[in-house]
């Protein structure tokens, strides 16, 4: 991510007139200065904040008590959801938008032909298989199985779910094939070979873990993982993630691989990542390797001579490629270097071998090294890097632009290339050799479009077109800006029937994320489509800040001790569709996942009176204690670090685990998440649960058993997950 994710002044509540709402305190914990929640430590250290936590059972992932607190939990809950008439015939139409066979089959180039992973009623586990691009482009492609999943499973009586293949150019014969076990991030690696369609006997295992790898020749992987204690000490992170990167040579075990590179144990974000860079004829350029020293700041080295060397580049920088000995990066924070003042995230090209601790003697302008800088309202999406040029999506005011990048002798010729307004625009698979990258093209009332983009023309072909899943016709799509407690302009994306009567009646559900720098642009739901909007529903899309909708400078102003604006820019656009009669807070509801999760518990606690909904999905709610919940301490760059006073003192100002109050009237909410989900644990959610059960507040908790954080192992279970979420969002804001 950009980016699998706090000395502000306190939110100024401005409320909309009306005789169901009141003034709310400008400091949402003023109220509580002096009458704490019951459970907020007195004691804001670790060992403080877990003695005041009655529900630490709860975080032992199949312990008794929780299985029993599940039980009890998903039995209420399915009762309650799946007994509503609407449910089955939800379910019926979310599996078959799910499992549609004229779904664009999304492809990466494979060898000489392209490779698509597929799932549908039949393969629910989903099958690897391949075409060429010409049969591709026709109405009927005759596929070519390559690994079927299913089969798999059954064969071995495991519950692998399929995470990606990693071949080998330039004739990407050999792949890496990561399963997952149930879904988790965590994975078993196994060698495939196209040629055979079968695993290599004797070929590179990597037992599950959270792995980093790279091919760096045939009989070569670079390889960051568990490598099992050494001298006494481990070598995974507190995160859970790995520091050292070794070569393994093919039919070497583990223990033998020869370490290339090593951060410390200390280190916090994701693991350190090996990066290999080839040029179009297959050939390695370039061997980086990213240690990160928190979630978002990092070190990059190359290995020269055997040897790695550190990289004079910013902490907070992306690496986009290399293109004729050029390294192409991004810097996420202002940069000044050889005299020259570079913005935060332009997109800059300068020598390798500029950028060593031994400098070559290379004169380089700002012109030539600067090949984009964005506008206030501009950043910096996707990026591909080819031999001989670049092709970028730049966000305008949130809506994806498309964009292509030579160089030349003065700078950089940038040329524009055609895509549909008002859409989000995405870079799929790229190849270096054929110089063409896939494009994707969509917008809330659009269904996806896949096109292929040629760097050296600048041509966009079109190959596939999706189908419409619902009726669109019905309904508009807007843009408007709230304005936020400190002033700031908060655009929002509104998708609502043509005829809506603007008295507030509007059924609203507002989504937000807020987070790791990640952007939402418009996006085409299916499944909300059908299940939302063509029964009058209005769904809005809130760019609060944390994401990257407009750069570097939109993330950053929302960090650890600056959160709090995240929470506002929400409220104030729930208080915006309120003034704009869209809807009230009788209909309107909010959804989120993940770093959405923090965003909607809080919303819950800060501003029960703006909301009568709340899905809280897949959620980080104890931001006290999230730092011990698997993979929590990567995030520390993003939230802050309870163990550290400070950090810890900002934090539990908003933690709605301890935020919640008996006395608060907050709506009946729904919360859910995943058994086998080893990226955001699921303590988090029982124990909001949990603790809503103790004071009084009637609320849903459903925990599903398998499908990991990103609920991709299997579309048939994903439809039921989908119908929970919509008939529980029409019981409270449409009945």
Not at 332 to 350: E, I, K, T, V
Not at 458 to 468: H, I, M, N
Request: glycine fraction near 8%; charged fraction near 20%; charge should be negative.
């Amino acid at each position: 991510m950009k980016s699998l994710f706090l000395s502000a002044a306190l939110p100024v509540l401005i409320l909309a007139a009306g005789p169901a709402l009141a003034q709310a305190p400008a400091d949402p914990v003023a109220a509580s200065a002096t009458t704490p929640p019951p459970h907020f430590p007195r004691d804001l250290s670790p060992e403080g904040v877990k003695a005041a936590d009655d529900h630490l059972a709860l975080e032992e992932v199949d312990g008794a008590e929780a299985r029993a607190f599940v039980a009890a939990s998903n039995e209420k809950a399915l009762a309650a959801l799946t007994g509503d008439r609407r449910y089955e015939p939800f379910r019926q139409q979310a599996e078959a938008i799910l499992t549609a066979t004229d779904r664009i089959p999304g492809v990466s180039f494979l060898g000489e032909g392209l490779g698509n992973f597929w799932q549908d009623a039949a393969n629910p586990k989903g099958v690897w298989r391949r075409t060429t691009l010409d049969s591709y482009r026709t109405a009927q492609p005759q596929w070519e199985t390559l690994i079927d999943i299913d089969a798999l499973a059954k064969a071995e009586g495991r519950d692998w779910v399929f995470k990606g293949a990693d071949c080998l150019a330039p004739d990407e014969t050999r792949c890496l094939i990561n399963l997952s076990d149930g879904g988790k991030d965590a994975v078993t690696v196994r060698e495939f070979d196209l040629t055979t369609k079968t695993f290599v006997e004797s070929g590179f295992v990597i037992p599950e873990g959270k792995h980093r790898l790279e091919w760096l020749d045939r009989d070569t992987l670079l390889i960051a993982t568990d490598f099992g204690a050494e001298n006494g000490q481990g070598t995974m992170t507190e995160s859970g993630y790995p520091f050292i990167v070794k070569s393994l040579k093919r039919g070497q075990p583990l223990v033998q691989a020869t370490e290339v590179y090593r951060g410390q144990q200390s280190d916090g974000g994701y693991g350190v990542s090996p990066m290999v860079f080839r040029d179009k004829a297959g050939a390695v350029e370039a061997v980086l390797f990213s240690r990160p020293l928190d979630t978002f700041r990092s070190e990059i080295w190359r290995l020269a001579d055997g040897k790695p060397v550190k990289l004079n580049l910013p902490e907070r920088v992306a690496v986009e490629g290399v293109m004729g000995g050029n390294l192409i990066f991004s810097p996420d924070q202002a940069w000044r270097f050889d005299g020259q003042d570079y913005a935060a995230g332009s997109l800059l090209s300068l020598p390798l071998g500029v950028l060593g601790p031994v400098r070559l003697d290379i004169a380089i302008g700002a012109q030539r090294a600067t090949v984009f800088t964005p506008s206030p309202r501009q950043s910096l999406q996707n990026v591909t890097v080819f031999s001989d040029g670049i092709v970028a999506v730049i966000a305008d005011n949130v809506v994806g632009t498309l964009k292509r990048f030579t160089p030349s002798a003065n700078g950089w010729t940038v040329t524009e290339l055609a895509v549909p307004a008002n859409s989000a625009v995405g870079l799929g698979d790229s190849s270096k050799s054929k110089g063409q990258v896939f494009v994707s093209t969509q917008g809330f009332l659009t269904p996806p479009t896949l096109s292929l983009a040629d760097v050296a023309t600048a041509a966009l072909t079109e190959l596939k077109s999706a189908p419409a899943k619902f009726d669109a016709s019905t309904h508009v799509v807007e843009q408007f800006e709230a304005t936020s407690s400190d002033g700031t302009k908060i655009p929002y994306f509104v998708t609502r029937p043509r005829d809506l009567a603007m008295d507030g009646t509007g059924p609203t559900i507002l989504f937000g994320y807020g987070g790791f720098q990640a952007s939402f642009p418009p996006a085409y739901k299916p499944e909300m489509g059908k299940l939302w909007l063509e029964n009058g529903g209005v769904f809005v899309q809130a760019n609060i800040r944390g994401g990257g909708e407009f750069g570097p400078a939109w993330h950053q102003a929302a960090l650890r001790e600056n959160r709090q604006r995240a929470f506002d820019d929400f409220a104030a656009v729930a208080r915006d569709l309120e003034q704009r009669k869209i809807t009230s807070p009788r209909h309107l509801g909010i959804y989120g996942r993940s770093n959405g999760g923090v965003l909607t518990s809080v919303s819950i606690t800060q501003h029960p009176e703006l909301f009568n909904a709340a899905v809280i999905e897949s959620p980080l709610i104890d931001m006290l204690r999230y730092q011990d919940l698997p993979a929590g301490a990567s995030w520390i760059g993003e939230y802050g670090d309870p163990r550290i006073p400070a950090d810890a003192e900002f934090i539990a100002r908003y933690s709605a685990y301890q935020q919640l109050r008996p006395e608060a009237k907050y709506p009946r909410v729904y919360i859910t998440t995943n058994t086998r989900d080893d990226r955001v644990h699921p303590g988090h959610a029982r124990k909001f649960a949990a603790r809503l059960g103790d004071q009084g507040h009637d609320h849903l908790y459903f925990e599903d058993t398998a499908g990991g954080h990103s609920n991709d192992a299997d579309p048939v279970a994903n439809a039921r997950r989908w119908a929970r979420h919509y008939v529980y969002l029409s019981q409270q804001l449409m009945d």
